[in-house]
């Protein structure tokens, strides 16, 4: 929007040219959505607390997280007002990768949205049923792959990539890549869901990986950039750069409430959004393989709740005494902080590993 703007400015005063560039308008985007979570998280935690609309606690897990019952949550919301303000400020309201990013994080927080109301506003303990939670999830990512596929502009756009690799390509078919693109951006989505156990343990990863990718759509969306390091280029790509510069401030707005001891927690309508933009994103810069290695712990945690199940339905036995995985480690005697910590460590050198990708090739 501000983009518009500062181009009329621009015939008056040159200076104004300087907004035309990515890198600023991220950073001004970043900065946009921390202003806004800051400066509506405390209305919307006093609104949520008012309203009663707070955590439910399982008395089967760690004894400690009793205390967090009536802890408000449903505070994605505040993740997703941030996220859509600063982009819709500062971004290229032309780009069809940027309206296709919000629609799609936005869709997927209304499914999260109706879910938490189920549970905390109607009172129903299971919420959404899975199979209509699952289904609401596949058809808008089924959407968000198809509208992909159809707008693509170049074969870059369609092609699987592997990294550390310098010309390995495979070209996909349409329902190839939609069937691709649909596990991607559901399969990311229910991960960061299953992460967000303790006070921001999915949040800090989802903001390293979302600022990771931001890199990777500002190299890939710059013919120069991408040619160096031998990435694909995909024209007006790079404007993905100014949602994920928001993500990252809006989350660590968030964080900056749900720090321990959090003061509000961001529910299915929060995670189930953020893991939705984050897989959409890595589809529109086709970096999926490295996301999978940068988002390692939302594999690790979901990777434990399927093999929990799978050992219990097949031996009766479980392997870990909780899952997801973090429920474990608390139930070994580990502090919440420090299990928190810890995963957010392991995150930052993951995500250093997937940006080294773009050098080892």
């Known amino acids: 929007m501000l983009l518009y703007l500062t181009e009329w400015l621009a015939k008056f005063h040159s200076g104004f ?4 560039y990515l890198t600023l308008r991220g950073i001004l985007a970043a900065i946009t959505g921390l202003g806004v979570a800051l400066a509506v998280g405390p209305r919307m935690i006093a609104w949520l607390t008012r309203y009663q609309i707070g955590q439910q606690v399982r008395t089967d897990g760690p004894q400690s997280h009793l205390q967090k019952s009536g802890t408000p949550t449903m505070g994605g919301v505040l993740i997703l007002v941030a996220t859509a303000a600063g982009t819709l400020v500062w971004a290229d309201l032309s780009s069809r990768f940027v309206w296709i990013l919000v629609a799609t994080t936005l869709a997927f927080g209304v499914v999260g949205f109706y879910d938490d109301y189920l549970k905390l506003v109607v009172g129903n303990s299971k919420g959404l049923p899975a199979r209509y939670k699952y289904l609401g999830q596949s058809i808008v990512a089924l959407g968000c792959a198809s509208v992909l596929h159809a707008l693509h502009q170049s074969p870059a756009e369609t092609q699987l990539y592997v990294p550390f690799f310098k010309t390995v390509a495979v070209p996909m078919t ?10 991607v951006i559901v399969g990311t989505s229910n991960a960061v869901n299953l992460t967000d156990g303790l006070d921001g343990l999915a949040i800090m990863p989802a903001v390293m990986v979302a600022g990771a990718l931001g890199v990777f759509a500002y190299a890939t969306g710059n013919v120069k950039f991408a040619t160096y390091l031998q990435i694909p280029y ?3 790509v790079g404007e993905v750069l100014i949602f994920s510069a928001t993500l990252v401030g809006s989350g660590l707005g968030f964080l900056w409430f749900n720090a321990y001891p959090a003061e509000v927690f961001m529910g299915d309508v929060g995670a189930l959004a953020i893991g939705a933009s984050l897989g959409t994103i890595a589809v529109m810069v086709r970096q999926e393989i490295v996301l999978f290695v940068m988002g390692g712990v939302f594999v690790m945690e ?8 799978a050992s219990f339905k097949l031996r009766g036995k479980r392997i870990f005494r909780m899952a997801p995985i973090h429920h474990h480690f608390e139930l070994k005697g580990w502090a919440e902080p420090k299990v928190i910590v810890r995963f957010w460590i392991i995150s930052f050198l993951l995500v250093l590993a997937g940006l080294a990708t773009l050098k080892i090739r």
């Open 17 to 20: 040219h300087v907004f035309q």
């Open 234 to 236: 995909i024209p007006g």
């Open 174 to 183: 349409t329902v190839g890549f939609i069937v691709y693109a649909y596990l």
């Open 302 to 309: 979901t990777v434990s709740v399927m093999m929990q199940v």
